[in-house]
Nanobody, 124 residues
Framework: VQLQASGGGLVQAGGSLRLSCAAS????????MAWFRQAPGKEREFVAA????????LYKDSVNGRFTISRDSAKNMVYLQMNSLKFEDTAVYYC??????????????????WGKGTQVTVSS
């Protein structure tokens, strides 16, 4: 599975961005897809995940209600809509994939495939 993230940029606090992840090599409809992020000096952390069927989603507590993960099976794309952005959301965001769904415990070590990151910078 190859993953390519895009859509990052500079935005003011309170603004919105939509990240996109183009997947190839495997349908997103049969793959658990996720977004992680890594801020300077910090470990990479889980942000959101969506089951291949689209029937389940998981979110980091601090983004729940502000971020929405979705997928488009026809385009083999995954998205992360980020609203009400905060300074602390500043990080490099990574698209990730796992062969099987996890009901909990999403960590970097649980990921099977990584894409290159895209920088999101929120100005206060």
């Amino acid at each position: 599975v190859q993953l390519q993230a895009s859509g990052g940029g500079l935005v003011q606090a309170g603004g919105s961005l939509r990240l996109s992840c183009a997947a190839s090599g495997r349908p997103v409809s049969t793959t658990s897809m996720a977004w992680f992020r890594q801020a300077p000096g910090k470990e990479r952390e889980f942000v959101a995940a969506i089951r291949g069927s689209g029937s389940r989603t998981l979110y980091k507590d601090s983004v729940n209600g502000r971020f929405t993960i979705s997928r488009d099976s026809a385009k083999n794309m995954v998205y992360l809509q980020m609203n009400s952005l905060k300074f602390e959301d500043t990080a490099v965001y990574y698209c990730a994939a796992r062969n099987n769904w996890l009901v909990s415990g999403w960590s970097s070590s649980a990921v099977d495939y990584w894409g290159k990151g895209t920088q999101v910078t929120v100005s206060s």
